[in-house]
């Protein structure tokens, strides 16, 4: 099981930034997917989540409005574009798949990978 965050960088504030998450090793299309964060000194924090089937998305509150999740099961790769960003908003972000649809409590499948990192300054 292998999915790698990749797409981040270095932007201003009210930037954007398009993230990709490539899975490989399990059936992508059954399994929803997670974005998280990890900020510098902070626990890592569940952002998004799209279902696997209808398309069913959730958001942080922090980050509604602002970032939009997406999924193509043909490529067993998810999205997240990043726009209006805020220095608040840099991290390391990573990918996941949830173990029960978007229900983060229960776990995610496999290991985290190494993540993206996204540097929003000032």
């Known amino acids: 099981v292998q999915l790698q965050a990749s797409g981040g960088g270095l932007v201003q504030t009210g930037g954007s930034l398009s993230l990709s998450c490539a899975a490989s090793?399990?059936?992508?299309?059954?399994?929803?997917i997670g974005w998280f964060r990890q900020a510098p000194g902070k626990e890592r924090e569940a952002l998004s989540c799209?279902?696997?089937?209808?398309?069913?998305?959730y958001y942080l509150e922090a980050v509604e409005g602002r970032f939009t999740t997406s999924r193509d099961n043909a490529k067993s790769t998810a999205y997240l574009q990043m726009n209006n960003l805020k220095p608040d908003d840099t991290a390391v972000y990573y990918c996941?798949?949830?173990?029960?649809?978007?229900?983060?409590?229960?776990?995610?499948?496999?290991?985290w990978g190494q993540g993206t990192l996204v540097t929003v300054s000032s």
């Open positions: 996941a798949a949830l173990l029960a649809s978007c229900d983060f409590s229960v776990g995610v499948l496999g290991s």
């Open positions: 799209i279902s696997n089937s209808v398309g069913t998305r």
């Open positions: 090793g399990f059936i992508f299309d059954d399994y929803a």
